[in-house]
């Protein structure tokens, strides 16, 4: 995420306390998907341990300690991704990192662990971390990134310094789209499909994913306009290909968004003033694939696939069941 655009105040926030060595022990990066936390956390674990003598260099890239980062073999850098298993190997993982952070630190001056999508971790698997957050021990920092905050116990969210990160605007998203050389129309229709998140943005301006975006959008379309008996089917194929579930049920939430708002007057024609090619005709215009769906049903299936989503999340439900669930709104 080059220059942190759209996150400049974060940025600086966290460049400062590192100026001032003033480092909180603990850090929550909060906020939806693809918004740049990850990238900013990596940023940041640069930053801390950045050899250069001149701070406004800062991670300079050039430092043993940074290409010990851009290789993925700093010793004083820990990853952690949620584990998939449930139970004991997550309160193990995380009593490892425990141990690995009371090490003193060799290479750089900070011992410096990042636990990505830390919501998905157990209320055990929390509660295991929060001695680490009570008792640090020594020049230690832990990024905990979060797509879902409120699924995290209070006690850990009191223990840590918070970094919010919000959508950005449309405007911001087709401007941070024009300087990476999109074309105008279509950075407007990305805009429009990324929902302000710039990560996502940029993944768009891929034509092949463009693409694969487009069809689950049409898949999407024909669900909607077609019998309940098509639809379960459709649900049924969803489930077996085995993809990542939560990416399809984004679309599906993000396209629902996108015919509410234009229903309800929020995105004006103004706004929408897209080529035929583009968005705009896709998603407002083909009244026949949403003819079906009235602003009452809208509303509702819009309510359902979101408890669809957090029931996915947090607990081990028929996907099947709950998807075909939230699509009976429509009927």
Known sequence: MPNFFGYEKQWQFLKKSVELAKLSHAYLFSGKSQLGKRETAKEFSRLINCQSGNFKDRPCGKCQSCQEMQKNCHPDFLWLDTKKEAGDSEIESIRNLSQWLHLRAGLGEYKVAIINQFQNFSLPAQSALLKTLEEPKGKTVLILICDYPEF??????????????????????????????????LAKKISYLSMGKPMKASE????????LEEEKI????????ENLAFSFREIEKIVE??????????IWLNFLRIIFLERIGVITDRMSDIPSCAIKEEIVGQEKSISLVDLVNLKNLLSSLE???????????NKRLVLENSILELF
């Open 152 to 185: 995290l116990s209070p006690t850990i969210v009191s223990r840590v310094q918070e970094i919010r990160f919000q959508s950005l605007p449309n405007e911001k998203i087709i401007e941070f789209l024009i300087a990476r050389g999109a074309k105008e129309p």
């Open 204 to 211: 768009l301006l891929d034509g092949r994913q463009m693409k």
């Open 218 to 225: 049409n898949d999407f379309r024909e669900l909607l306009k």
């Open 241 to 250: 290909e085995k993809e990542d579930i939560f990416q399809r049920l984004e």
């Open 307 to 317: 408890k669809a989503n957090y029931l996915l999340l947090k607990t081990n439900a």
